[in-house]
């Protein structure tokens, strides 16, 4: 007997005319992409640089607004082929392992 596996898709539905527009979605998506990751790296070079700000704190939001920058590129390819209309969808399995591809 074969075994099936059983597979999750997660589409995007509520956007209107996808396929019409999808060049607009991806540069909407894009910049504010492109907005986060300049004031996340502008933080992180404000608390690199100056001394008074290398207390623990800071160095946790470092830490954070880091690890947000690593994860939103790596999500970034994964929207943009879908916004694109190169996949319908993207497979469960696939979207659990995009937090671990963040940490490379």
Known sequence: MEEELNVTYITFGGHVELHK???LYFMVVF???ILIFCSNSTIVYLIWNHQNLHEPMYIF???LLSLDSCLA???LILVSNIRLGRKAGI???R???V???SLN
Do not use: E, N, Q, W
Request: charged share 5%; proline share 5%; with cysteine.
């Open 21 to 23: 527009y999808r060049y």
């Open 31 to 33: 910049t504010v992409y």
């Open 61 to 63: 939001i470092a830490a």
């Open 73 to 75: 590129s790596s999500i």
């Open 91 to 93: 497979c469960h399995s």
């Open 95 to 97: 979207l659990a392992l």
């Open 99 to 101: 937090p671990g591809l």
